[in-house]
């Protein structure tokens, strides 16, 4: 444990403080807090194991809305793909507080509540964020913990370079001792088949698709390789600046917003393209702060402005999808029933027109 440049040890008393939402925390601190998630919340949090690690640790989502006798639609979010960038776990935490805690006061997020089912991974890469606390020599390590095959020594796959999404086309290496290392094949790790599996089955709910990263400071758009371009890429890009300026509005703070071929790098395989590529429409990445100066080791005092601005970008994607999807609808239905009602009224119009004719006639 990073025991000298972190604090390691909260009762279960301290997770319900404030400043609990200042820390890092390890994965059994996290896995407890979930726990008390649901169990303080039993009407609207429930969770799900939908897979588990190559070192058979189990993947587990909270799944967080009120409940209802329909089919309700869902937003996605996972943090922690990668190890080493803590402050996504962090802000994962951060969301399910303030989702949990305004829920009842605030009417728009109440209203998500009762049609939206808010579906969150705190950590995805089990084994990697743990290997990263284990001394300070790991606190670095980026990828899963899978052994190299083919003779390669070296540990971990990328698995944001794993999903079947153009894969191993550009921005990856195939040498397995590589950070962008992308695996034997697509979907090689365990993690990434996990996420697949899960998107597949709940794709024509799924509103938006959120996964949070650092560190850059920016909102990544579909897709990962120069030559594609997502269908409703001015959507997107429409949603995404909007999102940067909410972000903006809170600490001051500048997020770039673009495909990452434009404003980062080529890459290919990731969730993110994934995602889009099977029709869920609102795909994003997240790179929280900061620019470089303190990278991956964010310092602490840095956290909670970091979640705060970023919980605003966030409500704006998932508002913006909510809305489209609930209010769009709405309008078409209404408009669809004044169409009818008007049709049958000129219907009936022209016919008794026709009859008071034929009535002169006669």
């Known amino acids: 444990m990073c025991v000298s440049m972190y604090s390691a040890v909260w009762s279960r008393e301290e997770t319900t403080e404030r400043n609990y939402y200042t820390r890092y925390h390890n994965m059994s601190e996290i896995t407890a807090w979930m726990e008390q998630m649901k169990r303080e919340n039993p009407d609207v949090v429930s969770s799900m194991v939908y897979g588990q690690t190559y070192e058979r640790r189990n993947i587990t989502l909270l799944k967080i809305g009120l409940s209802s006798t329909g089919r309700k639609k869902a937003i996605w979010m996972d943090c922690g793909i990668h190890a080493r960038e803590w402050i996504a776990p962090a802000f994962c935490q951060y969301f399910v507080r303030e989702i949990l805690r305004t829920y009842k006061t605030d009417t728009k997020v109440n209203e998500m509540m009762k049609n939206l089912d808010f579906y969150i991974t705190p950590v995805l890469n089990v084994d990697g964020y743990i290997y990263s606390w284990h001394n300070e020599s790991t606190r670095l390590w980026r990828k899963s913990r899978s052994p190299g095959t083919g003779g390669c020594t070296c540990y971990g796959t990328d698995i944001n370079r794993n999903f079947y999404a153009n ?184 016919l008794l027109t026709i009859i008071c004719l034929y009535k002169k006639v006669k």
Not at 268 to 288: K, M, N, Y
Not at 295 to 308: H, R, S, W
């Open 167 to 350: 894969w191993g086309m550009v921005g990856v290496s195939t040498d397995c001792c590589s950070q962008t290392y992308c695996g034997t094949k697509a979907l090689s790790e365990s993690e990434a088949r996990a996420v697949t599996d899960m998107l597949g089955k709940m794709r024509e709910d799924i509103l938006a698709f959120l996964t949070i990263h650092s560190y850059g400071q920016l909102l990544l758009v579909p897709y990962g390789h120069p030559n594609i371009s997502a269908p409703n890429y001015d959507e997107l890009m429409e949603v995404g600046l909007a999102a940067a300026t909410a972000i903006k509005a809170v600490h001051g703070m500048d997020y770039t917003v673009g495909t990452s071929p434009d404003v980062l790098y080529a890459n290919s395989g990731s969730s993110r393209d994934f995602a889009r590529l099977i029709g869920i429409p609102l795909s994003f990445t997240f790179e929280l702060r900061d620019k470089g100066e303190h990278g991956f080791e964010l310092p602490e005092d840095q956290i909670q402005p970091t979640c705060e601005e970023a919980y605003a970008g966030a409500h704006h994607i998932i508002t913006y999808a909510h809305d489209k999807a609930f209010y769009s609808y709405a309008a078409t239905v209404t408009a669809t029933l004044w169409t009818t009602l008007l049709a049958a009224w000129v219907s009936s119009a022209i």
